[in-house]
C-alpha cells in the first residue's frame, strides 16, 4: 500500500511541475505575442505617419470626414459600410461592393448592403468599432486601427477598419 501511494503522490508531484512548466511556457508565449504584435502597429504608425495617440483602450481613430448629423451613441440606430485590413494591407472583409471589385475580392455569394445593428448590442462589431463610432456622426468617415485586445481578442494581430457611418436614427426607432 505504501508503495502505491508513493507512487500516486510522485505521479501528482509530476503532473503539477508539468502544469506549472507549461503554463510558463504560455505565458512566455503570450508576452512574445504581445510584443510582436505592438511592434508590428508601431512600425504601421511610423511608416503611414500616423501620429494621433490611442485611446485609453488603445483604438487609434483617425477621422476622415467629420459627417454633419447627429453624434452616435450607444443605443442609436446605426448603417455602417465597413471594410477590414491586416496591416499588411490584405483586406479581410468588407460590405462595400466597389471596395471588393477594386481589390479583386468580390464574392457573388455576398450581400453588400450596410450593417444594421443597435449601437451597444453586443455581437455584431468588434469591441474597437463600437467605441469608435461613438466619435462618429452620420456621414462620417474613419479609419480605425484596434489591437487585438478590443478587436480580435486572442489574435495578437492589429487590424485597420475604414468605416462609413451613413444612417443614424436616434431611440425611440
Known amino acids: 500500500m505504501k508503495k502505491l501511494s508513493f507512487y500516486f ?17 504560455l505565458e512566455e508565449e503570450k508576452r512574445d505575442y504581445e510584443a510582436e504584435e505592438k ?8 511608416e503611414n505617419d500616423i501620429t494621433v495617440e490611442p485611446t485609453e483602450s488603445g483604438l487609434y481613430f483617425i477621422l476622415i470626414d ?5 453624434l452616435a451613441e450607444v443605443g442609436d440606430s446605426v448603417s455602417i459600410y465597413y471594410s477590414g485590413f491586416y496591416l499588411t494591407g490584405q483586406i479581410f472583409a468588407t ?20 450593417l444594421n445593428f443597435i449601437l451597444g448590442e ?34 495578437y494581430t492589429t487590424v485597420l477598419y475604414k468605416i462609413k457611418l451613413i444612417r443614424l436614427v436616434k431611440p425611440p426607432f
Open 39 to 46: 511592434a508590428e502597429r508601431d512600425a504601421f504608425l511610423q
Open 9 to 25: 503522490v510522485y505521479s501528482l508531484l509530476l503532473s503539477l511541475a508539468g502544469s506549472l512548466l507549461m503554463t510558463g511556457c
Open 95 to 114: 460590405n462595400e461592393e466597389d471596395v471588393a471589385i477594386a481589390l479583386g475580392v468580390q464574392n457573388y455569394f455576398t450581400n453588400y448592403d450596410p
Open 122 to 155: 453586443e455581437g455584431y462589431v468588434l469591441e474597437g468599432i463600437e467605441e469608435g463610432l461613438t466619435y462618429m456622426r452620420e456621414g462620417s468617415k474613419a479609419d480605425m486601427i484596434i489591437p487585438s485586445n478590443i478587436g480580435i481578442v486572442g489574435s
Open 66 to 70: 467629420s459627417g454633419s448629423g447627429p
